[in-house]
């Protein structure tokens, strides 16, 4: 851990490097189940007719079980071109269920659609809590630039903040469901905000499942 926290700190060249020697212990080899959770049973009316974004992507899991369950195309974007090709022969595996995903090499903070393009649903899982704090601001900008008005953000939060240990030497650098709000400001409500009932054993009672609504 402490090589990955020295390569990623600061620099985002840092991601591709880790990704090149294999130190990735993030990956859950599939998505959190609070996300399925969400989606199946939150009775949030996610639209059925857009197009979900999912930023700092990795393998691309997140993006095929949204594509799946709601049946709309899904872009998983990665700033690592190792974590892309490896995300594609993902996709290439997983069949059907990755019909209606593609993968991009793009920095998040970068990333520009057409209005018309842009995305009806987002989803955030470990990107947040991997970015320097200072670049936060910058998320949520992008967040509402690249989601229409209307479309919805989901946030797995985790790692929480631990009260006891409030700014552990990061990243990840924990968070706070009000830490999003702060930087997605005036344009977004926050509909939807539980700890999930289906997270993974280590995760259990430690992270949120939160959903944002853009409204301007
Ligand atoms: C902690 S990993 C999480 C990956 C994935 N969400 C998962 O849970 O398996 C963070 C990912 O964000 C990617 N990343 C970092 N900075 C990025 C940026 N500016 N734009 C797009 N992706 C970025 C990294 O390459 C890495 O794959």
Redesign the pocket.
């Known amino acids: 851990m402490a090589r990955l926290k020295q390569l ?1 700190r600061e620099d ?1 060249q840092g ?2 490097t ?2 090149k020697e294999n130190i ?1 212990p ?3 080899g599939q ?2 189940p609070p996300l399925s959770e969400v989606l199946l049973t939150s009775g949030i009316p996610i639209h059925k007719d857009g197009r979900a974004l ?9 993006a095929i079980t949204i594509s799946k369950i709601l049946g709309i195309e899904a872009l998983a ?4 071109a190792t ?1 892309v090709g490896s995300a594609r022969r993902f996709m290439k595996s997983a069949g059907d269920d990755a019909a209606r995903v593609s993968v991009k090499e ?6 520009e659609v057409d209005d018309e393009d842009r995305f009806s649903l987002m989803y ?4 947040f ?3 320097p704090k200072h ?1 936060r601001i910058e998320w949520g900008s992008q967040a509402t630039k690249l989601v229409r008005p209307g479309g919805y953000l989901i946030t797995l939060v985790w790692p929480l903040v631990d009260p006891a240990n409030p700014n552990p030497p990061g ?2 650098n924990p968070a706070l469901p009000e830490h999003y709000a702060e930087v997605l400001g005036e344009a977004w409500e926050k509909v939807f905000d539980k700890v999930p009932e289906t997270s993974q054993e280590t995760h259990l009672g430690q992270e949120r499942i939160v959903v944002w609504r853009r409204i301007l």
């Open positions: 990623i985002p991601w591709e880790a990704w990735t993030w990956d859950y998505s959190q999912v930023p700092g992507s990795g393998n691309g899991y997140d974007v990665d700033i690592s974590a793009v920095d998040f903070f970068t990333f955030d899982y470990t990107f809590v991997a970015l670049r990243p990840p």
